[in-house]
């Protein structure tokens, strides 16, 4: 893909692919503009069209015209490729060689896909009934209906099947967009049609029946294009205002969704019928570190911000809770009752650890031994998903309060019903935002500014990272002499260091809790002492 990459390249100019994006302004040689992310309060972001290269001074972010897709989309490599290819006119097939034949089915199987969401959006505008359906008792207006791409689907069983087909599509070509059913005729019928819609397009639907009739939503099952575990409904219409106010918020429904756009809070977005998952957290963790889950107040509710807790810790995810419905048993609900409520709910939200503290004492009673037992036991085995120490004391001393005990007991004791297994082996963790900015300043100074070397520091030789380097070097040390440039390496090598050293105490922290957790305590003292021999200022 290498070539396909280097064509993309020559066809899209960075400073077009970033403009996109935010207003840049030329300064010399070089283009400057806001963050994207909104962490500046003057403009820091640099873009070098001479290199092809970008830079975010604030964010500590940077690469080439794929590494901006992806940070600023939340998006994989390979999803970067495919929209920046459609860009810029390239055909990856032609790149791609023994996958070619997967390419071309995954193109038609987009093609068709995007047909027949045109098909349902027409459709909706022959159907009276529907009308009435979508614009009064959903109360959707033209603008939602619009930017979401509602549609209908006709109950005759082969309308999309015969539109598409005089269209020159072919009946396997259907099957693999997830349009038709096992008998052969249209998967969805008589239904209101909500497009699912990714960075590059539909690449399915959830379906709503109209009338009495089980399921009431039918989704796209998976495909080619579709992926349930890693699809997030309605970030492609959330990105722009997640990115601008830095939260996301995640709702169970998609109509929830599709209310909160509608009542002005952009920033909502849901998992399409299925438990939230690493991976969609993983996602909108790439756009923000604010997630707000807005999820009922029931059993199966807490269950999920629980489950939600265990992996935001991997994550660097902080997880709050939005609960005040005003008696209304969802958003979509509230938001119907008084739009504002919503708005006044999302702002006024609670950490997620928190509201499970409070949720668990509701339901027990911590006034009896057993009571403080099975509340300590919930408690405990929420709290030791937290991996930053000085969080972790901080619940570990509001439990001991309210159980009337001290810190030491509850770190003794041996939780008897843990929240729920998640044993997993502890991943590395990437470089933390102010680790990279420091590395890439010293790496800037060694290497252009031909300050000393320091031994043991291994020197990054990728060209498009050495490019970066270059631009954060003309920007920051410039007209430095070689004394002063020396001396900020000496500094920045010694903040490196010490960086380096909390991020591995951070990663050894959570092993420790894994060892602890599976019941390997040899393995956990081991750990301590590595632990303790590292050297934190």
Same mark, same amino acid.
């Given at each position: ?5 280097? *064509? ?43 290199? @092809?290269?970008? =830079? ?100 005759? #069983? ?31 019928? #008589? ?30 099952? *998976? ?16 990105? *722009? ?37 690493? %991976? =969609? ?33 991997? %994550? ?9 419905? =005003? ?20 702002? =006024? ?19 009896? @031994? ?92 990728? *060209? ?43 990663? %050894? ?21 590595? %632990? ?6």
């Amino acid at each position: 893909m290498e070539d396909a990459k280097e *064509e993309i390249r020559a066809r899209l100019p960075i400073e077009d692919v970033v403009g996109q994006y935010i207003e840049l302004k030329r300064t010399g040689r070089s283009l400057k503009g806001r963050s994207p992310w909104g962490v500046d309060k003057t403009p820091s972001f640099m873009v070098s069209p001479e290199k @092809g290269i970008w =830079h975010d001074f604030s964010a500590n972010k940077g690469g080439d015209i794929f590494t901006f897709i992806m940070e600023v989309e939340g998006i994989s490599f390979r999803e970067a490729l495919e929209k920046l290819a459609g860009q810029a006119g390239v055909e990856l097939a032609k790149y791609s060689g023994s996958n070619s034949a997967v390419t071309k089915r995954k193109q038609r199987a987009r093609e068709a896909i995007e047909l027949a969401c045109k098909y349902y959006q027409f459709c909706l505008t022959k159907n009276q009934k529907v009308i009435q359906y979508v614009f009064e008792k959903r109360a959707m207006n033209k603008g939602t209906v619009a930017d979401f791409r509602i549609g209908y689907s006709p109950n005759t #069983g082969r309308a999309l099947m015969e539109f598409l087909s005089k269209r020159g599509f072919k009946k396997f070509e259907m099957e693999a967009a997830g349009l038709l059913n096992r008998f052969g005729s249209d998967m969805f019928r #008589g239904r209101m049609m909500v497009p699912f819609i990714d960075t590059n397009g539909v690449i399915g639907f959830t379906a709503r029946i109209l009338t009495a009739g089980e399921p009431k939503y039918l989704n796209t099952s *998976e495909t080619l294009l579709f992926n349930k575990s890693r699809f997030v409904f309605g970030l492609a219409q959330a990105k *722009e205002s997640i990115r601008q106010h830095n939260f996301v918020v995640i709702v169970e429904g998609n109509m929830d969704v599709i209310s909160s756009h509608q009542a002005g809070v952009r920033e909502a977005v849901a998992t399409s019928g299925t438990a939230m998952t690493e %991976l =969609h957290l993983k996602t909108l963790s790439r756009l923000t570190p604010d997630v707000r889950l807005a999820y009922d107040g029931d059993e199966a509710g807490m269950k999920a911000t629980e489950r939600a807790i265990m992996m935001a810790g991997d %994550l660097g995810v902080n997880l709050s809770v939005i609960s005040d419905y =005003h008696g209304a048993k969802d958003p979509d609900e509230l938001i119907q009752k008084d739009p504002n409520l919503w708005k006044a709910a999302v702002k =006024h939200c609670r950490p997620a650890v928190d509201y499970l503290l409070d949720k668990f004492e509701e339901k027990i009673d911590i006034s009896t @031994g057993v009571g403080k037992r099975e509340y300590s036991d919930k408690a405990m085995g929420l709290i030791k998903y937290i991996h930053d120490a000085v969080e972790k004391k901080h619940y570990e001393q509001i439990v001991a309060r309210k159980l009337d005990c001290s810190v030491e007991d509850l770190q003794a004791k041996k939780i008897n019903q843990p929240v729920e297994k998640r044993l997993k082996k502890v991943k590395a963790q990437s470089k933390s935002d102010s680790l990279r900015g420091i590395e890439d300043n010293l790496h800037a100074v060694i290497l252009f500014g031909k300050a000393n070397q320091f031994e043991g520091l291994e020197l990054p030789s990728d *060209e498009t990272k050495l490019a970066e380097l270059n631009l954060i070097f003309e920007q920051k040390y410039a007209g430095w002499d070689p004394e002063k440039l020396n001396e900020e390496a000496v500094g920045l090598f010694r903040r490196y260091q010490i960086e380096k050293n909390k991020q591995r105490a951070a990663q %050894l922290r959570a092993e420790i809790t894994e060892a602890e957790a599976s019941g390997d305590d040899a393995r956990a003292e081991e750990i301590t002492k590595q %632990l303790a021999a590292l050297k934190i200022r």
